[in-house]
């Protein structure tokens, strides 16, 4: 925490032509960055931290991360800023020369790998109809990473990630991932992009600010607090909307931008907000649980519309520190509209019909950051409403594909972990979500997991997921005397980066 501490008196002081400004590398022109990569896979003390990253600068895990994938205040500027830090040596141009002016080059490699061996068993029950040891359902509830399959319970190769990320020039960084080989036969694709513009620190009103647009290919992917999106507590939930919405478990497919801005810090009072705009691709109906209803009506998928535009705000408050004690509070908006084009032979008047749906949620976290101990605890609520439901409740077997019904959904994720030393941990998360008009989308369980850093850049998770309420899976199977607890996921994984 000692460099925590030494990084924001510095900032403090305005980064004034010291060091430290050249660490930082943020005095200047806008600059190209990705950003949440770090949260994903950096991993308390021992490990973790993408290896380009730290080598850029010269940086411990542990000074960015708690334990994945919250940030301490130090990690949420790092991010706040593009990733564009480095104490590492630079290739530079001379501007006195003929060379090409103004060139500042990254001087180390921006390569690094994550592999996870996984293990996996469901409960299983009632005669076979669910599998035992298969994992058919009950994997979407648990944490990342989430290389569950329905062939086998062990895999050396169950998830991988190949990762470009870190600083290019003073002004512009990367995060991008290739992901999906495993030892099943998966092949490498775009896991996510993320890039940023981030422009040079001023002040207003007294206080730091700091703004700045990204590309991304996943929902609220710059939110320093990540409890949202890709990062989000409540990311296991699954989505209302025809397509994959914010919440959806397999990630919205999105193109998009966001326009951020930081005012004050993130120890001593700040306000973050960001204004986001994204446009869905066709890939979206691929993994929503709607559009299988809206295949069981129509004996054939529709196409998603494209041509729409979505809107997302966020607010989130930091307030001053006190002692060890780190917290947050926001609020975020989600406003999508999707156009669906059915087959003709699809049960609904109109093959192309609108959907407008409304996600609107609170947020709050508190972190206790000590030198031995660490403790965290995260929650966040969320209502989303679609105007315009089309397909089948397949546990209810209740049928809204004729006209449209207009459907509320509440969902709540609460999350707290402790962890000494950084290196031995338990955490246990609790989610909820309910919806009185269409039975598939409720959900209830808790998580159980036990973390251990062993060594260094290695880390294993034993973990178990417990449903109370787990309609999907029943429907899933159209059995309604099957127990929730049938798709109860015990897992074992050793996740390792280089």
């Known amino acids: 925490m000692k460099k925590i501490h030494q990084f924001f008196k510095a900032r403090a002081e305005h980064c004034k032509k010291s060091r430290r400004a050249d660490l930082r590398a943020l005095s200047g022109v806008p600059c190209l960055v990705c950003l949440v990569c770090l949260l994903s896979l950096i991993l308390p003390r021992k490990a973790h931290a993408i290896p380009s990253y730290t080598r850029q600068t010269g940086f411990s895990c542990d000074e960015c991360h708690t334990v994945y994938p919250n940030l301490t205040p130090f990690g949420r500027d790092f991010k706040l800023h593009g990733y564009t830090m480095t104490a590492s040596k630079t290739i530079k141009s001379d501007a006195s020369s003929n060379s090409t002016p103004l060139m500042n080059l990254n001087n180390i490699p921006m390569i690094s790998a994550r592999i996870v061996s996984l293990w996996s068993n469901q409960a299983g029950g009632n005669n076979g109809v669910v599998p035992k040891g298969i994992t058919t359902a009950g994997q979407g509830f648990m944490s990342f990473p989430s290389g569950y399959n329905d062939k086998e319970t062990f895999n050396i190769v169950g998830d991988s990630s190949i990762y470009v990320a870190g600083k290019i020039t003073p002004y512009m960084g990367t995060f991008l991932e290739f992901s999906g080989i495993d030892d099943e036969g998966g092949t490498l694709g775009l896991g996510m992009l993320d890039t940023v513009i981030v422009a040079p620190d001023t002040t207003w009103g007294g206080k730091s600010f700091v703004y700045g647009i990204r590309g991304v290919d996943a929902v609220f992917t710059g939110d320093p607090s990540?409890?949202?999106?890709?990062?989000?507590?409540?990311?296991?939930?699954?989505?209302?909307?025809?397509?994959?919405?914010?919440?959806?478990?397999?990630?919205?497919?999105?193109?998009?931008?966001?326009?951020?801005?930081?005012?004050?810090?993130?120890?001593?009072?700040?306000?973050?907000?960001?204004?986001?705009?994204?446009?869905?691709?066709?890939?979206?109906?691929?993994?929503?649980?709607?559009?299988?209803?809206?295949?069981?009506?129509?004996?054939?998928?529709?196409?998603?519309?494209?041509?729409?535009?979505?809107?997302?705000?966020?607010?989130?408050?930091?307030?001053?520190?006190?002692?060890?004690?780190?917290?947050?509070?926001?609020?975020?908006?989600?406003?999508?509209?999707?156009?669906?084009?059915?087959?003709?032979?699809?049960?609904?008047?109109?093959?192309?019909?609108?959907?407008?749906?409304?996600?609107?949620?609170?947020?709050?976290?508190?972190?206790?950051?000590?030198?031995?101990?660490?403790?965290?605890?995260?929650?966040?609520?969320?209502?989303?409403?679609?105007?315009?439901?089309?397909?089948?409740?397949?546990?209810?077997?209740?049928?809204?594909?004729?006209?449209?019904?207009?459907?509320?959904?509440?969902?709540?994720?609460?999350?707290?972990?402790?962890?000494?030393?950084?290196?031995?941990?338990?955490?246990?998360?609790?989610?909820?979500?309910?919806?009185?008009?269409?039975?598939?989308?409720?959900?209830?369980?808790t998580i159980l997991g036990l973390s251990w850093f062993p060594w260094e850049n290695v880390q294993m998770i034993l973990e178990q997921a417990l449903f109370g309420t787990y309609n999907p899976g029943l429907a899933q199977y159209a059995n309604t005397s099957l127990s929730p607890s049938d798709f109860n996921v015990t897992s074992v994984k050793l996740e390792y980066l280089f």
Do not use: C
């Not at 059915?342 to 976290?365: F, M, R």
């Not at 707290?416 to 030393?421: C, I, V």
């Open 226 to 445: 990540n409890v949202l999106g890709t990062w989000g507590l409540t990311s296991q939930l699954m989505g209302m909307s025809t397509h994959n919405t914010l919440y959806d478990p397999n990630r919205a497919m999105v193109e998009g931008g966001e326009l951020y801005g930081m005012w004050g810090g993130f120890n001593n009072g700040g306000l973050f907000g960001t204004v986001a705009f994204y446009h869905p691709t066709g890939s979206q109906t691929a993994g929503s649980f709607v559009q299988a209803n809206l295949t069981g009506l129509s004996g054939t998928a529709g196409t998603l519309n494209t041509s729409s535009v979505d809107e997302a705000v966020r607010l989130a408050y930091y307030l001053p520190s006190f002692g060890n004690l780190y917290s947050e509070i926001g609020a975020s908006a989600y406003f999508g509209k999707e156009g669906m084009i059915a087959p003709s032979t699809a049960s609904i008047p109109n093959p192309y019909y609108n959907d407008n749906y409304y996600n609107y949620g609170v947020d709050a976290q508190v972190q206790y950051i000590g030198d031995k101990n660490l403790a965290e605890l995260f929650a966040i609520y969320q209502s989303q409403n679609d105007n315009k439901f089309y397909g089948q409740d397949l546990y209810s077997n209740i049928n809204y594909g004729v006209n449209g019904t207009s459907v509320q959904r509440n969902a709540l994720a609460v999350t707290a972990d402790y962890y000494y030393k950084r290196t031995y941990g338990a955490y246990v998360k609790y989610l909820y979500q309910y919806s009185g008009k269409v039975k598939d989308m409720n959900v209830a369980g």
